[in-house]
């Protein structure tokens, strides 16, 4: 028996920003708060609020590899953050309540498996940390995470980009002409779990229009057939038409249908920069939808300044779902192409920025596509930056269900790359056992 429709966890870490003035800043919460209260949504009786708990480090090491280690790159706010989140995620596991949403910062799809230091504003990933969390601590395993934030969830993609169990849809403005310049169709993920990433690029000037037409004839058909036992939703905000930062022309009624169509069991706050214009009436609209209540009257002040979606627009997006439709539909055919063309190996070579610190990172992935288990998965990463200096390291990730001789197999290589010494740290991240280990 539920005790409510919807659970919300606030958590504007006070003590946590890039800069005073930065976009990401705690103001971003505290005007959100104000309109709920002023609106009187939390003495509804259909609403309930939680306390952030803090998660551990475990739950930060059971998701990233840290170089040197996960602790000296963040600080408590993000540990609060993932910890909010995990509990928004439990009062609906523990059928506490339906729905639930978590407005929380720091965000995190930005953040990648290895982590050097913040990119994207994002220094761990909240929602990957929770998805583990879950996975350990209440068995679930088919997981579909809808990433609506206006710039690419590379972090998250990353992370469960080998993972056929994660399906990880995104819809953003074209990486063509946003951060962080990734994020297209061909990105589909490994051998092993092709067609599990779906990435939707957007033009900008897309509008609720737009938005609606890729929801209603893509994203919610896939999630009908991929039948996922959690759906997540990045709940970004930077789509709205007066975002600093973005280019997209979506409204607070869009993001609220959306909410009402996805029906997402957790929504976890990604960004979205437009404190006063946008987040009170989107945030409003998005709560009212979780929890099944009329949100018709949420409407921006100034909404007559929203474009119109140009003919052209709309013919590309009819395009995109035509395409995209195609390749679902030949999903496992063209997955067992790719594992026969990889044989027992494939690889990628990368460089990524971190825009905040000021470093570049060189990565190698390495994934053992194994007939009888996911395999295993090994990471060569040298970063360099003008705080950093120099620093390397190379890890091994035995999967949650690694057969035995890849887990072998795996500890083999990190033992082989620690006696060579070829990295500075080299570690091996034991799913099945639940630890990090620092060799």
């Given at each position: ?9 606030f958590f504007?870490?006070f003590?946590w ?10 103001e971003r919460?505290?005007?959100t ?7 009187g949504?939390l003495?509804?009786?259909g609403?309930r ?5 803090l998660?551990d480090?475990i739950?930060a090491d059971?998701v990233h590899i840290g170089?040197p280690d996960i602790?000296?790159l963040i ?5 609060v953050s993932?910890g909010?989140a995990i509990?928004a995620a439990?009062?609906?596991?523990k ?5 639930s ?6 965000p995190g799809h930005h953040?990648?498996?290895v982590?050097?230091?913040?990119r994207?504003f994002?220094t761990?990933?909240i929602e990957?940390v929770?998805?583990e ?5 209440y068995?679930?395993r088919?997981?579909?995470?809808v990433?609506t934030?206006v710039h690419?969830g590379?972090g ?8 056929p169990d994660t ?10 002409t946003l951060?962080p310049?990734?994020?297209?169709p061909?990105e589909?993920g490994?051998?092993g779990a092709?067609?599990s ?7 900008p000037?897309t509008?609720?229009q737009?938005?609606s037409?890729?929801l209603d004839?893509f994203?919610?058909p ?6 996922p ?6 709940a ?13 022309a979506?409204t607070a009624?869009g993001?609220?249908r ?6 997402a069991d957790?929504?976890v706050l990604e ?5 006063e214009?946008?987040?009170?009436y989107v945030?409003?609209?998005?709560i009212?939808?979780?929890a099944g209540?009329d ?5 921006e002040?100034?909404?007559?300044k929203c ?10 997006i ?5 395409e995209w439709?195609q390749i679902?539909?030949?999903?496992e055919?063209?997955k067992?192409?790719?594992i ?5 190996f494939?690889q990628?070579?990368?460089?990524i ?8 990172e060189r ?6 596509l194994c007939?009888?288990?996911q395999?295993?998965?090994t990471?060569d ?6 705080s950093?200096?120099?620093q390397?390291?190379f ?6 269900d690694?057969c035995?001789?890849c887990?072998?197999a795996?500890?083999?290589a990190a033992?082989?790359a620690k ?14 056992q639940d630890?990090l280990?620092?060799l």
């Amino acid at each position: 028996m539920t005790g409510g429709k919807l659970g919300l966890v606030f958590f504007p870490a006070f003590d946590w920003a890039i800069t005073p003035t930065h976009p990401e800043r705690e103001e971003r919460l505290l005007y959100t708060r104000d309109q709920i209260e002023e609106e009187g949504l939390l003495d509804l009786p259909g609403i309930r609020e939680y306390k952030p708990r803090l998660a551990d480090r475990i739950d930060a090491d059971r998701v990233h590899i840290g170089v040197p280690d996960i602790l000296s790159l963040i600080t408590d706010a993000h540990l609060v953050s993932a910890g909010g989140a995990i509990t928004a995620a439990e009062a609906v596991l523990k059928r506490e309540v339906e729905r639930s949403f978590a407005l929380v910062r720091p965000p995190g799809h930005h953040a990648m498996r290895v982590v050097h230091g913040t990119r994207g504003f994002c220094t761990i990933n909240i929602e990957a940390v929770m998805i583990e969390y879950l996975r350990r601590h209440y068995g679930i395993r088919r997981v579909a995470v809808v990433d609506t934030d206006v710039h690419h969830g590379d972090g998250t993609q990353d992370i469960f980009y080998h993972d056929p169990d994660t399906l990880f849809i995104s819809f953003h403005q074209d990486g063509r002409t946003l951060y962080p310049g990734s994020g297209f169709p061909e990105e589909l993920g490994s051998p092993g779990a092709l067609v599990s990433t779906v990435n939707l690029p957007l033009p900008p000037g897309t509008t609720d229009q737009g938005l609606s037409s890729v929801l209603d004839n893509f994203i919610l058909p896939v999630l009908d057939d991929f039948q996922p036992e959690i759906i997540i939703n990045s709940a970004g905000q930077d789509n709205h038409y007066s975002d600093p930062l973005a280019n997209m022309a979506i409204t607070a009624q869009g993001y609220a249908r959306l909410a009402e169509k996805l029906q997402a069991d957790i929504a976890v706050l990604e960004g979205g920069y437009s404190i006063e214009a946008a987040l009170p009436y989107v945030n409003v609209g998005i709560i009212l939808a979780m929890a099944g209540l009329d949100y018709s009257r949420v409407v921006e002040p100034d909404i007559a300044k929203c474009p119109r979606q140009p003919a052209a627009t709309t013919g590309y997006i009819d395009n995109l779902i035509k395409e995209w439709r195609q390749i679902w539909a030949n999903r496992e055919k063209l997955k067992r192409e790719a594992i026969a063309k990889a044989g027992d190996f494939w690889q990628r070579r990368r460089q990524i920025y971190y825009d905040d610190s000021g470093i570049s990172e060189r990565q190698q992935e390495t994934v053992r596509l194994c007939p009888k288990c996911q395999g295993y998965l090994t990471v060569d990463t040298e970063a360099e930056g003008y705080s950093l200096g120099y620093q390397s390291a190379f890890a091994t990730v035995v999967n949650r269900d690694s057969c035995s001789a890849c887990r072998s197999a795996a500890y083999d290589a990190a033992h082989q790359a620690k006696k060579q010494g070829r990295r500075q740290h080299c570690y091996v991240q034991d799913k099945q056992q639940d630890i990090l280990i620092k060799l």
